[in-house]
Structures are given as structure tokens and as C-alpha cells.
């Protein structure tokens, strides 16, 4: 039927297309006018063709996504009965964060269940007798366990390691054959400081290069927790490519591994003013995510900025997956995104610069010794600078900030949490990478003159 209605009409070339636009332009130059440049250097044209753009990127979509709720381990019991109410609402994996190692595994897990649930154990600590618990804990209670911990990234966020390069490593390597996922590359650290694309997937892979080259073995999936951002078309390509160019260095080292995507709105474009808007930035932001081929999706609550956490914006920020998947249908379509001219050549483009940029870090010592040297962090502030020039004269807009505010919205009363970054002087290895929103400054002096 589709094949018979489209016979009746004739094939346009990219060339018919080309005259027709510069017809309609009256004499204006076309590239001018109309194909426009990333901050990441890739010029966007106004239309795509299948003679000219047809790259079909195969297996670059996960197998359906699932819905994740993050619980910060304060206390055990509460923290259990908030994991087991969640799930009978909706969630379909729970990202335990974790303070250290004193957990009691029984009573955090006690109830939940075992099927079609994963959980993610995040580490903000490094204990190789710790995961080794967990992976027995797994076994024996037949939970879907994966642990997230990511020594580089805590040198990189922090400023310090866990313990010791030395240390760290060969806690990661000891727990390399337990038979459960261990390790992660939690790069939206990199977007949330202002970092471009193609340097997001190039320090990604730099840092999954890093655990390749300094264990000797890892036989389980790794996970990428990657921070999405505004930019629909381009962030639904970013996660396509991330998977083409894991899989480019796994066949380096081991052809079978897996890449694990787990997807967070990012936080640099959220604001405190207006804050129902962020409700339409993270929307926007799950489904890029969604169609880009996440595994697993956690939504940001509107109000994470300024308020702890809270039963009624957790709720807000689930309901927004569970409509994108049960209302809107995101979950019966696989690999949406596949044969899209538009997203292939981003995703090829993207990947093509992300490689060079990745062979360059590898060529002047790799992503560790360059994060000690402070070439990461420099040029991630290079470009942070230049977005952030963007937003302070208006070129890059966040409505109900920057255009269109409301005068008459006040906040100081509304701050259970301090919503700009904080300075901690104190000695760290490297300097580290600072998480920074694009609003901080204008929110802040708005702040100083609230009556």
C-alpha cells in the first residue's frame, strides 16, 4: 500500500531541490541564509536527501528503556519503603546512591522484587570488599544488580582520587570477576560544566580507552551515565553516536562488550525562576533520550535545584516517562531514529570530530594525564565561556529567565537548597570540574533585590 501510494509521484534529486530553494531566495546566498553551524562546527542544511545522506548506522538503539527513579541513601528503612512505593508507581529500576559501605544490604532490598526491576548501586565511595558483598548478595537473592563507580570521574569532579590512582585501580581490577557489572563512565559531568558535544563523546571514550588499557580483563557491560541537553535532533544523535564509537574501541579490546546508557536531563539550562518550565526542558530532554537509545531513562524533578527531595516532584518528573511511554508510545517503535537522514549525518559528524578530538588525547598522553595537566579542564572552561557569553547577551534564550521573565516571581523564600555552586578551598590533585548552570548570575543578583 505505502510502495503503491508513493509510485504516484515522481522522485526529486537533491539538485531539484537545491534550484527549487534558490528560486525561493531571490537572489540570497544559500548558505548564508540558510545552513547554520553548531558550536560543535557542524554545518546544518536545510533539507537532507537520501542519494546524499543515507548512512543506515545499524544496532545503535537499545531494546526499549526503562523508567529509573534515583533514592539518595540517607536511611535504610525510609529508603526502602520509598524504592518499593516508586515501583508500584511506575519505576522500573531504582539508582541507589551510596555514602559508604556500612549498608545493610537486607534491610535496603527487603521486599523488593527480583523480576524486571534492575538496581543501580552508585558508589560515591571505593570498596572492592564492598561490591564483592553485592555480587554474592545478587547471586543469592537473584537480583539485578549493577554498580556504578567511576574513579576517574571522582578525580575529575573532585579534584582527588578515591584513594590512590594505585588503589583504585586494583580495587577495580579485583572486582573485575565478580559477574556483575562494576564499572561506569559518568560523563555528565562534562555537559553540566559547559562541555560541547563532540567533547562529551570524545572524553567518554578517552575515559573508557582508560579502564580498557589499565585492567586487564572486563568481561561485563559498562555503563555511560550521559546528561542530555536542549538541543532535540543533536542530543538524539549524541547517544547514537556514543554507542557507534563504543563499539569502534570494544572491538580493540573485546568485540562482545556491551554499552549501558543511562540519561539525565542536564542541569546547566535549568532555572530557579519560572521553574515550571523546567518541566517542558526535561520533556523535551527524556524524549531526545528515549530516541537517541537510552537503556535507562532518570528524569530531573522541576524543583531538584532548590528543594530536597520530595514526594510530589519525584512523582511530576516519573508521570513524564510514564506518559512518554505508555500514553505517547515511545516504547513500541524500535530504533525510531533509524533511517532519519537528518540525525545519520549528525551522528556521523559528531562521532567523525568526537575521534579526532579522542586520537589527539590519546597522542598527548591519554584522558588522566591530560586531567592532571588541566587540558580538559581548560578547554571544557573555553567552551563553557563561550555558551555562557551566548546566554548573558541573549543569543541563547531560557524563557522566563533571560526573555520573559515575571518580576513579580520571588524565591528566596522558596530555597530548602543552595542552588549555585559553592567554593570549598582546600588541597585536591587536579583542579576539578565544575558543575555550572547558565542562570547562576542573573538568578543571583534577582535574589539580592527580592524585597
Avoid at 7 to 24: A, G, N, R, T
Avoid at 182 to 199: E, H, P
Avoid at 388 to 394: M, V
Wanted: proline share 3%; with cysteine; hydrophobic share 40%.
Amino acid at each position: 500500500m505505502a510502495k503503491q501510494l508513493f509510485d504516484e509521484f515522481d522522485s526529486i534529486s537533491p539538485k531539484q531541490w537545491k534550484q527549487q530553494i534558490q528560486y525561493e531566495l531571490k537572489g540570497a546566498d544559500y548558505n548564508e541564509t540558510l545552513v547554520w553551524e553548531s558550536p560543535e562546527g557542524i554545518k546544518v542544511k536545510p533539507f537532507y536527501h537520501g542519494e546524499e545522506d543515507n548512512l543506515k548506522f545499524e544496532n545503535l538503539h537499545a531494546d526499549g528503556f526503562q523508567i529509573i527513579q534515583n533514592i539518595y541513601v540517607y536511611d535504610v528503612t525510609k529508603s526502602n519503603a520509598r524504592a518499593n512505593e516508586t515501583i508500584q508507581r511506575g519505576a522500573e529500576a531504582i539508582r541507589f546512591t551510596l555514602e559508604n559501605a556500612e549498608i545493610n544490604l537486607n534491610e535496603l532490598m527487603q521486599n523488593l522484587p527480583t523480576e524486571k526491576v534492575t538496581y543501580y548501586f552508585n558508589l560515591l565511595f571505593l570498596s572492592a570488599d564492598f561490591i564483592k558483598k553485592v555480587a554474592a548478595f545478587a547471586t543469592e537473592k537473584h537480583f539485578i544488580i549493577v554498580v556504578l563507580v567511576d574513579p576517574i570521574s571522582q578525580l575529575a569532579k573532585d579534584g582527588n582520587w578515591f584513594e590512590s590512582l594505585e588503589k583504585d585501580f586494583k580495587a577495580l581490577q579485583t572486582s573485575s570477576s565478580l559477574g556483575i557489572p562494576f564499572l561506569s563512565c559518568k560523563i555528565d559531568l562534562y555537559q553540566n560544566a559547559g562541555a560541547t558535544m563532540v567533547q562529551q563523546l570524545a572524553y567518554a571514550i578517552a575515559q573508557a580507552n582508560e579502564y580498557f588499557n589499565r585492567l586487564e580483563s572486563i568481561n561485563s557491560p559498562i555503563t555511560f551515565e550521559v546528561a542530555v541537553g536542549t538541543n532535540y535532533f543533536f542530543e538524539i544523535a549524541k547517544l547514537r553516536a556514543l554507542r557507534l564509537l563504543f563499539q569502534s574501541l570494544a572491538n580493540e579490546y573485546n568485540p562482545a562488550l556491551e554499552c549501558h546508557i543511562i540519561a539525565i536531563p542536564t542541569k546547566r539550562n535549568k532555572t530557579l525562576y519560572d521553574y515550571n518550565v523546567n518541566m517542558l526542558r526535561t520533556t523535551t530532554e527524556c524524549m531526545s533520550a528515549i530516541l537517541g537509545g537510552a537503556n535507562g531513562v532518570s528524569n530531573l524533578a522541576y524543583d531538584a535545584l532548590y528543594h530536597k527531595d520530595n514526594e510530589f516532584g519525584d512523582r511530576i518528573a516519573r508521570n513524564q516517562l510514564l506518559v512518554l511511554k505508555h500514553e505517547s508510545y515511545f516504547n513500541q517503535v524500535h530504533n525510531p531514529a533509524d533511517g532519519a537522514y537528518y540525525i545519520e549525518s549528525l551522528t556521523a559528524q559528531l562521532a567523525e570530530k568526537a575521534l579526532e578530538l579522542f586520537k589527539d588525547i590519546e597522542a598527548n598522553g591519554g584522558l588522566i594525564t591530560q586531567l592532571i595537566e588541566g587540558t580538559i579542564q581548560r578547554k571544557i572552561n573555553e567552551s563553557a565561556q563561550k555558551e555562557q557569553e551566548l546566554f548573558d547577551s541573549g543569543k541563547e534564550v531560557l524563557l522566563g529567565t533571560n526573555k520573559y521573565p515575571n518580576k513579580n516571581d520571588k524565591m528566596n523564600h522558596e530555597l530548602e537548597l543552595f542552588p549555585f555552586v559553592k567554593n570549598n578551598p582546600r588541597k585536591t590533585l587536579i583542579t576539578p570540574i565544575i558543575e555550572r548552570r547558565l542562570a547562576e548570575k542573573l538568578e543571583q543578583e534577582r535574589l539580592k533585590t527580592e524585597e
